[in-house]
């Protein structure tokens, strides 16, 4: 069944907060960053621990900036109505799996069939 326009409003109501939410975090981390650096540790051990943070934070900034590309991405999506089509088999996916993750481009078949084939390769 197709998503009814009601059902699409919301999801996008639902993507925009999220991406709001993100990039609030993402500016208010930034700025902690910039303070940090005017700042001297003169233990050895605390600024080891301060860069360990750091790169933790910053990978923390990759996987957002990703998912907030993922959000802009599924809003298109919901413009064009092209939002909860699966792109590898153009079939439908299921309400329950974009209510769980809405970014999501694959029905849950070809997701499994992308991670199988993963694994595959991995192996
Ligand atoms: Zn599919």
Redesign the pocket.
Known sequence: MPLTKKQLAEFEKQLIAWRDELEMGQSENIHALQEQDQYTYPDPADQATIEADRSFDLRIKDRERKLIRKINQALERIKNGEFGI?E??G?RISIKRLQARPVTT??I??KQQQEQEERTRVD
């Open positions: 699966c590898s088999c079939g694959l029905c078949d070809c």
